[in-house]
Structures are given as structure tokens and as C-alpha cells.
């Protein structure tokens, strides 16, 4: 499980927010992969969001997933989404 974040508003509210999510992410053994890796996640959400037309011609579906949830529901939320896109497929003939 990953996440992206952009930290929004000016500069010392950024850093009040980034100093709060990185203890967080600290006291759930969480690790920081940097701003590099932000940025290849955001890029990826992009190539998905953008060439899924063209993918689709081809029999490929993909899609990105945005969602909130209490961290305690992620492994439930998770396959829940899996079994929905699975189920969906099925009844679309994929």
C-alpha cells in the first residue's frame, strides 16, 4: 500500500502538515520514499487516467483509484475494490 501526498497553503502551514504525517507515518512503521517517488506515482496516476481510451481499444481496462477510509478498513477496502472490478469485468465479458 503507497500514498502520494501534496501538502497545500503556505509555507509554514506545508511544514506544520508534513512534520504531522511523517510522525504518524513513523508510529504505524510507515517509511517516506521521497519527493521522487511522489512524483512517479503522480505520473503513473496520469499515464492511467490518460491513455485508458486508447488502452481500452486495444482490451486493456486500468484505472486509478482515489479513496479515503480509516486505515483500520484499507485491507478490507482493498478487496472489496478487487472483487468489484472483478465482478464487473465478468459481466462486461473481459
Given at each position: 500500500m503507497a500514498c502520494t501526498l501534496?501538502?497545500?497553503g503556505n509555507r509554514?502551514?506545508?511544514?506544520?502538515d508534513h512534520?504531522?504525517?511523517m510522525e504518524l507515518g513513523k508510529k504505524y512503521k510507515g517509511m517516506r520514499a521521497g519527493p521522487e517517488?511522489?512524483?512517479r506515482g503522480y505520473l503513473l496516476t496520469f499515464l492511467i487516467a490518460y491513455t485508458r481510451d486508447f488502452a481500452q481499444n486495444h482490451f486493456v481496462?486500468?484505472?486509478?483509484?482515489?479513496?479515503s477510509c480509516p486505515w483500520s478498513n484499507v485491507s478490507q477496502l482493498c478487496k472489496r475494490v478487487r472483487t468489484r472490478i472483478t465482478d464487473e469485468s465478468i459481466k462486461k465479458g473481459f
Open positions: 501534496l501538502f497545500e509554514v502551514k506545508c511544514e506544520h512534520k504531522l504525517i517517488n511522489g512524483m481496462a486500468a484505472e486509478s483509484f482515489e479513496t
